[in-house]
């Protein structure tokens, strides 16, 4: 009976302000690549200015941004449940969705910052086979590989497990990224439910992800 529906008018403005947006930064993100020519851009920019959608709506797109400015290398951001943003940055092991990831879980699981999930001794050997044996170009893990390492971690370390345990609660997340990530990164978190936005550029002008 429809007395008996109680819908809240404004969380749905604001779902669908939101995939406005994500809609907005996939367009240009297919024209960067060459998918999508600018007519489709320019259609969106107009809803957008209609329906008064603005990048501010996602904090984590400006924190995202800002962490990239501040390390001079691609980062990432999440909108947690709660409201918390967090943001992860790329290392020399780890890339910036893979990075992300571990620090929304460490923040779910109310894990400190500071401590480690997975050691260097567990993530150094899987770089060096995707460099040595696999060929790729790129040593850093991606999301799917930094999960597999966590689920060996939690073998020795309790926190690793407290972690993985909350990857549930990240659905529904938006995250959103400096650069163009990989389409092995953009899946990974798709199939966990986390909505994904990037800025429309490349972190190199090698196109490869691998």
């Excluded at 995202?64 to 501040?70: G, I």
């Excluded at 086979?129 to 696999?134: N, R, V």
Aim: aromatic share 2%; hydrophobic share 40%.
């Amino acid at each position: 009976m429809a007395g008996n529906c109680i819908i809240n008018d404004e969380v749905c403005r604001q779902a669908s302000r939101m995939e406005i947006l994500r809609r907005y930064y996939a367009a240009q993100v297919d024209v960067a690549r060459g998918v999508a020519d600018a007519c489709q851009l320019r259609k969106l920019e107009l809803v957008m200015q209609q329906a008064d959608v603005t990048p501010e709506l996602c904090p984590a797109i400006a924190a995202a941004n800002q962490k990239a400015e501040e390390t001079d290398a691609p980062a990432g951001a999440m909108m947690l449940p709660d409201g918390r943003v967090i943001t992860g940055k790329t290392s020399s092991l780890l890339g910036a969705s893979a990075a992300l990831l571990l620090n929304a879980l460490k923040a779910m699981a109310g894990i400190r910052s500071d401590l480690d999930l997975i050691s260097n001794q567990v993530i150094e050997p899987i770089s060096a086979l995707k460099i040595q044996s696999l060929g790729h170009h790129n040593p850093r893990l991606h999301s799917d590989e930094v999960l597999i390492a966590l689920a060996i971690s939690g073998l020795t370390n309790p926190l690793a497990d407290m972690a993985r345990d909350q990857l549930g609660s990240l659905r529904g997340c938006d995250a959103h990224f400096s650069v163009i990530i990989s389409e092995e990164d953009i899946k990974l978190y798709k199939r966990l439910g986390i909505h994904v936005s990037c800025e429309p550029k490349y972190e190199s002008k090698r196109l490869y992800h691998k």
